[in-house]
């Protein structure tokens, strides 16, 4: 993760709590065979969530979907005892802000001059030091995050079935990375070909 960040590289990389965290699977049972419990509905007007503001948790930074930057209020303590990094938009921003009613439960409080923006935190790990694994969850907790990783289903998973189940892959036969890279690619070469006779245009 530090790699990636580092070599602003686009990448979406799931952790083992990334369904967990996904109000779609609520319904779906559990190694168990139980369900998860549907989240109770309040009263409260939904808004956009913080998870769709661009939070950078090594820089600590946070860009709201209208592409401002919030200010950093602080960093400190919920009352569960997490760490937490505080942010608060600008009372202008937010004033004219054409987005404003998605964005706060009472967007009248930034007429006046005593009101304030929209505010959002996001829980740090422990000790509130940077942390690129929480850089990367807050990625793909984002609905853009959940609609490029969708695709994993139609883009990458039939060709380890293909190569899994028809061709029997399951386990290499060599040992030694040169020899075992080798083997890799013959069966994603095999894999390409039968693509290009099936659905392909083959000329020449």
């Not at 996904?22 to 109770?40: A, I, L, N, V, Y």
């Not at 694994?133 to 994993?152: A, C, E, F, L, P």
């Not at 036969?173 to 994603?188: I, M």
Request: aromatic share 10%; proline share 5%.
């Amino acid at each position: 993760m530090e790699y990636l960040h580092k070599n602003t590289l686009n990448a979406y990389i799931p952790n083992n709590q990334f369904r967990s965290r996904d109000p779609k699977f609520t319904d779906q049972k559990t190694k168990h065979g139980k369900r998860h419990q549907k989240p109770k509905r309040g009263r409260a007007k939904n808004v956009i969530p913080a998870s769709e503001f661009n939070f950078d948790p090594v820089n600590l930074t946070c860009i709201c979907p209208s592409e401002e930057k919030l200010n950093l209020i602080g960093l400190r303590d919920d009352e569960h005892g997490n760490p937490k990094a505080f942010f608060n938009g600008r009372l202008l921003q937010c004033r004219h802000c054409k987005i404003k009613e998605q964005f706060m439960q009472n967007p009248t409080s930034v007429d006046h001059r005593k009101g304030s923006g929209r505010q959002v935190s996001f829980i740090l790990n422990d000790k509130r030091k940077p942390n690129y694994t929480g850089w990367m969850k807050h990625r793909v907790d984002s609905d853009y995050g959940k609609y490029i990783y969708s695709h994993r289903m139609s883009v990458v998973e039939p060709v380890f079935a293909n190569i899994g189940t028809q061709k029997r892959l399951n386990r290499f036969s060599l040992r030694g990375k040169t020899k075992v890279d080798c083997q890799w690619k013959l069966y994603c070469m095999v894999h390409n070909i039968e693509k290009l006779a099936n659905y392909g245009n083959i000329t020449g």
